[in-house]
């Protein structure tokens, strides 16, 4: 069982090596939240995620131990930058099997600390059967991404920095795929306040942890379908349950949605890129899925490793999400002068038309009409409203769709 020696030991290790980042707080989510707001900012840390810790931790416990020739992991791309980096530290050959969909981003990181990368299957638990199959051919140890307890002993020095920023905090909201960043925060912090309520958050579509956590037995799914590729696996650890059920209060589960608006957000308020995983902190904390009003919340944010060419359809959703773009249809008269006079109407409103198709031969339409298929852009919800006011007392049906 893990101590707070290992723990303490464990920030030993990662002390030259981990960016120690201090909370920061956030007026605007505190003030959305109804909480007293403070965020963990991992995206900020070396390879661009917590992952580094866990893996440094257990590649260099192994290397004291001696013995260690060479390391294989599977991994959507975080714990793959750590793993990579904590090899090339010491100069053991490492071989990282990811899933085909990993992001070239985090491909290209990993290769660029020296790893060799084998793309194989579409999500996490099939990268994890070829490594099992590469370490069973080439003799070589895997490092597990989260049912590993020196893993989960890094993954946890995070509580330690929290709660010497923070000593009296009173949740801490931890993202959770497999399970080793919330085991290894709650085991610490359990030990040390156990006051202080730890919260697993999940998404939706990729809700192992949670299923099991209820059922108080590893319970897979069938699929896991997020748009957070860092917290997508279909079989949660064994072990990690272990700590989870012991330590963890709740297990809360958010949804793209409400991912890629904190992202969204993220970036226009905090100024800072937080990929989809690393978000759902947050996430959970917006969408008040548990009681927050009044407490001392920290939202760890997991990690920054989102593809470029990812980001604009995540901001896209969040700009949905938020009502900030709007989609909508209506009809009107097939006439000279019509396109003029609906374009006045929203000019009239200060909304911006990004996306606009015009269609006369619709099959439902009668003779003489028109359909028009619009997005615009607006300041939030309450501006949407006006505009579509405008246009109803403007004799427009409008066909609002979310």
Partial sequence: MLSLTDFQQAAERLKKVAHSIPLSTSSTFSAMSGAEVYLKYENQQKTGSFKVRGAYNKIMKRYEE????????????????????????????????????????????????????????????????????????????LIHPFNDEDVMAGQGTIALEILHDLPFVDMIFVP????????????????????????????????????SFHHDTVTPTETAHTIADGIAVKCPGDKTLQYINQYVDQMVTVSDAEI????LLLLERAKQVVEPAGASSLAAVLGQKVDIKGKKVVCVLSGGNIDVSFIHKVVEKGLVTRHRHIKFSTI?????????????????????????NHDRVAADLDIGEAIIQVVCEVGGD???????????ENGYVVDRQV
């Fill in 260 to 263: 890629a608006s904190a992202i």
């Fill in 66 to 141: 001696g013995g260690l020739t060479a390391v294989v992991a599977s991994s959507a791309g975080n714990h793959a930058q750590g793993v990579a980096f904590a090899a090339a530290s010491i100069g053991v050959p490492a071989t990282i099997v990811m899933p085909r969909s990993a992001p070239i981003a985090k491909v290209a990181a990993t290769e660029g600390y020296g790893a060799k990368v084998v793309l194989h299957g579409s999500v996490y638990d099939e990268t994890y059967a070829k490594a099992c199959e590469i370490v069973e051919n080439e003799g070589a140890e």
């Fill in 332 to 356: 009107m008269p097939d006439i000279p002068g019509s396109l003029e006079r609906f374009a006045h109407i929203v000019a009239e409103q200060n909304a911006n038309v990004i996306l606009f």
């Fill in 176 to 211: 959770c795929g497999g399970g080793g960043l919330l085991a290894g925060i709650a085991a610490c912090v359990k030990q040390i306040n156990p006051r202080i309520q730890v919260i697993g958050v999940q998404a939706e579509g990729a809700a192992a942890m949670v299923n």
């Fill in 382 to 392: 309450e501006h949407a409203a006006r505009l579509m006011r405008a246009l109803a």
